[in-house]
């Protein structure tokens, strides 16, 4: 679909939340989002920081989805694929800056919460403004359209196979890694049927006309 200003607003803001939520998840220590625990796991074997390591594996699931996915592919894609780790990285310099102590429970609690609303809020912007979605989030669409399953099953599959990883490569698995990858699907369609595309019908005529968009079903890459 051709961009349009409520489009291109849902998606920009949509992976600068997403981006700013994994820096949270890094700096308050309760773990991070599945796809970013593997990447960072990576990390600890090649001598790459996260953005670049991010980049690298999405390169490589950027091939799956040009084969097989790539209905799903737009710029959202390609912001996402390339700037997103990047922006995150950017995030988490700026928040070492501001004088607050990571360290108090109470404060890693309250970040721990908005972190969560944000970024599954911000999959819910990105995914329905229908601009091309990450590539390790067609995984789980493809594997749904494919066998007929549930996507939020095939998600939490993907997901896993993505703590496994973590786990072998030494990362840090906490409990926002595991609520992610049990509650991604549910809270993001959530967003979808009460926010997002609402959004989009009241402020996107096109849409609004059309409206035989599917509701995306994906959950975070963040």
């Known amino acids: 679909m051709r961009p349009n200003k409520i489009t291109l607003i849902m998606m920009i803001l949509g992976i600068t939340l997403i981006s700013f939520s994994v820096a949270i998840f890094r700096i308050i220590a309760f773990g991070t989002d599945p796809y970013s625990a593997m990447n960072l796991g990576f990390t600890n074997i090649f001598p790459l920081s996260y953005g670049t390591m991010q980049l690298a ?7 799956f989805q040009l084969r097989f996915a790539k209905k799903t592919m737009g710029v959202g894609s390609f912001i996402n694929l390339i700037l997103l780790a ?27 919460l908005i972190s969560l609303i944000c970024l599954t809020f911000a999959i819910s912007l990105y995914t329905i403004s229908d601009l091309g979605i990450a590539p390790y989030d067609c995984l789980s669409v493809f594997m749904s359209e494919k066998w007929g399953i549930k996507y939020h099953w095939c998600r939490i ?8 990883f973590a786990f072998m490569l030494d990362s840090e ?10 509650c991604t699907g549910p809270f993001v369609s959530y967003f ?22 599917i509701q995306p079903k994906i959950g975070g890459g963040a």
């Open 57 to 63: 594996v999405n390169l490589v699931l950027l091939l």
């Open 86 to 112: 990047y922006m995150s990285d950017s995030f988490l310099y700026v928040l070492k800056t501001v004088p607050i102590n990571y360290e108090l429970l109470e404060i890693r609690i309250l970040l721990l």
């Open 157 to 164: 599959m993907t997901d896993s196979t993505c703590i496994a």
């Open 173 to 182: 698995i906490g409990i926002i890694t595991l609520f992610l990858a049990l």
């Open 192 to 213: 979808n049927k009460n926010v997002s595309i609402p959004l989009r019908l009241r402020y996107d005529g096109i849409y609004r006309a059309a409206h035989t968009i």
